[in-house]
């Protein structure tokens, strides 16, 4: 159980019963309350300066019971705050170091980065040296200057320097407990003075924040375990028919994922998973085939997408991959006619209509099924406040598939696991080449170069330019540089029916080069359009530049993304590092990596909220998800 000692005005808590448990917390009983981790004794009071605290606890017993609590300054005993509830949490904490996590910031170390090593805090890494050892000891702090005790064997150890010069060598079989200090912005952190005892502090409130964080979640899990919900079938025949047609090898990470939405569908409680997976690593097909479950039990699907491109692309590949089998799929967007929108609704509400695919049109008032029984979300950090309020009312009654697209470092992900309910797709498909990318200048020679080049092999081109006011003049230009390419232009402001036009004419081939804004950033697969070229590449978000190179080399091509900065362009240091990242981060599967690099760069709170964004920066991102990881498997046994 997570060991803690939770104290309230109106317990019943005799104080001998108190003093044990602060002596088995390895709270030191002292005269007078100085410093954390210490209590006193005596008549009916007990101060305590629990671990987590800025400051001692006085607390008030009457007989048997706890009469009142209130914080107070030590040196003049004044009054600082009074309380009804305090937590006492070990001023220790014994954090299990496992080996098996694949943490990934220790990979990129460099000389001069900060450095968290588990036991002794926040150092800088100064590089390897070769040291003589003894049997004795290792991994133990030294002061600089000092010589070095008789050699029996030599070892090369990292080198971390501490607060006053201080050096710690950590042996390499002690890799585990050192990682790259990762947190939030540029900011560097302070170094620890090594003994100290400002680092066991910090490492103690940001595992109460990581447990609290863990609590939350499994709360919420918790509350949904509790509703009732349609427990589908198990696969019929004709479901092993229709993934047998899959034109492609799954990958494991697909059949792993498809296995555990089936099995969340099988039972009695709404499914609420999170499927996570690169750019193009195949997680509509799993959605596709939980679809399909859903249709073969007698139940609607809905399929939620952020944009109206998106909602056509899944319905043309829902169409054909149902092809031949009995079932009705439509789409429902702000591109159909009002007369059309209505005909769709009334086979909704018929039970006509098997599948739905749709923009937010689909969360309003006027949307009726007959039986959903399976809500597909793409996407749903780009959706807005009222439609996911919307959402959480469905989550209540049918199952629910999120798709993500946003990668989040993989640490997180595996100490999320246990407190949500995910899936991760990390492994390529066959036959998938990195995009090769390259940041250059802007230059209407080489924009020529690189478009003829993907014409000659029958590819086609996306040019982003994410400004609407000279968008045209861009593609006129270009239609000057290169007239025999078929261009189009592609924008948010663009008509309905333009805007369809263009990108089926796009979709279906019929045109060569695609002028666009950030429109296609989400979910566009065009496997034929293996070209990118961003203009003004500086202005993007490390994220955006991800899911725009996502675009493209999603077939057994060679794909290239060039990443253009206007020739006057004086590059911010932030700029340069995002555009750095795109071209080091080139490997399949490297949006964990980028999820790193974006992490660096502007921060997480997006992931864990500001509350957790403090704990993180005390002790380090991956520190903070061993933290993490322990409170969700501590409360996980718990629950149980």
């Known amino acids: 159980m997570f060991d803690y000692c939770r104290l309230y005005v109106g317990q019943a808590q005799p104080l001998e019963r108190l003093i044990q448990q602060l002596l088995h917390f390895d709270y030191r009983r002292v005269d007078q309350v100085a410093d954390p981790g210490e209590f006193a004794a005596r008549g009916g009071v007990l101060d305590v300066f629990p671990a987590t605290f800025e400051s001692p606890i006085r607390v008030e017993l009457s007989g048997a019971c706890i009469a009142s609590m209130r914080s107070f300054n030590p040196k003049t005993l004044e009054t600082l705050d009074r309380h009804t509830l305090v937590v006492v949490l070990p001023r220790t904490v014994h954090t299990k170091i496992s080996v098996d996590v694949p943490f990934e910031s220790f990979v990129d170390l460099q000389e001069g980065d900060s450095a968290v090593h588990v036991d002794h805090g926040i150092g800088r890494y100064l590089g390897r040296e070769t040291i003589a050892s003894t049997e004795g000891p290792v991994g133990s702090p030294s002061r600089s200057g000092t010589s070095s005790p008789p050699a029996a064997r030599s070892q090369d150890a990292l080198v971390l320097e501490y607060a006053d010069g201080d050096r710690l060598y950590v042996p390499m079989d002690q890799l585990h407990l050192v990682q790259k200090y990762v947190a939030f912005g540029n900011r560097q952190p302070a170094l620890h003075t090594l003994g100290g005892t400002a680092w066991e502090r910090a490492k103690t409130k940001a595992y109460v924040g990581a447990w609290m964080y863990a609590k939350s979640l499994l709360d919420l899990q918790a509350r949904r375990v509790a509703l009732p919900g349609h427990a589908f079938a198990a696969d019929q025949p004709w479901q092993r028919q229709f993934e047998t047609a899959f034109p492609y090898r799954e990958t494991p990470d697909q059949l792993t994922a498809t296995a555990e939405v089936k099995r969340d569908m099988e039972r009695p409680q709404p499914m609420d998973r999170v499927l996570l997976g690169d750019v193009g690593y195949g997680k509509t097909e799993v959605a596709i085939r939980a679809v399909f479950k859903a249709v073969m039990d007698q139940r609607q699907a809905a399929v939620l997408v952020p944009t109206t491109i998106l909602a056509y692309q899944h319905h043309r590949t829902f169409t054909a991959r149902m092809q031949g089998f009995p079932i009705q799929v439509e789409m429902l967007t702000r591109f159909q006619s009002e007369a059309q929108q209505r005909g769709i609704l009334e086979s909704l509400a018929q039970g006509r209509c098997d599948v739905v ?207 253009t900065v206007s020739k006057r362009a004086v590059l911010t240091a932030e700029a340069r590092r995002r555009l750095e990242a795109m071209t080091e981060h080139t490997a399949l599967g490297s949006g964990f990596k980028i999820a790193m690099e974006d992490l660096k760069i502007r921060g997480a709170g997006n992931l864990l909220g500001v509350e957790q964004s403090g704990h993180v920066s005390a002790v380090g991102f991956d520190l903070y998800c061993r933290l993490l990881r322990e409170a969700v498997s501590k409360l996980t046994v718990t629950s149980r």
């Not at 924008?491 to 695609?514: K, T």
């Open 357 to 563: 695919i749709g923009t937010h049109r689909l969360l309003s008032g006027d949307v009726r099924f007959k039986g959903l029984g399976l809500l597909i979300v793409d996407e749903e950090q780009r959706f807005g406040v009222q439609d996911k309020e919307r959402l959480k009312q469905w989550r209540t009654q049918v199952d629910v598939l999120t798709l993500s697209a946003t990668p989040i470092p993989r640490t997180l992900y595996l100490s999320l696991v246990g407190a949500r309910d995910l899936s991760l797709i990390a492994t390529p498909p066959e036959n998938r080449h990195p995009v090769k990318t390259q940041v250059v200048e802007d230059d209407e020679a080489s924009m020529r170069r690189w478009i003829r080049r993907e014409l000659e092999r029958r590819g086609q081109v996306y040019v982003v330019h994410n400004r609407v006011h000279n968008i045209y003049q861009v593609a006129r230009r270009l239609s000057q540089l290169v007239p025999e390419a078929r261009l189009g232009v592609a924008h948010g402001q663009m008509g309905e029916g333009e805007l369809e036009a263009v990108m089926v004419a796009f979709i279906e081939g019929r045109l060569d080069v695609l002028v666009t804004t950030t429109i296609i950033e989400s979910g566009i697969d065009i496997p034929n359009a293996n070209t990118l070229i961003v203009r003004q590449a500086e202005t993007f978000g490390l994220a955006d530049l991800y899911q725009l190179r996502g675009r493209v080399g999603r077939f057994d091509r060679r794909a290239y993304a060039y990443l």
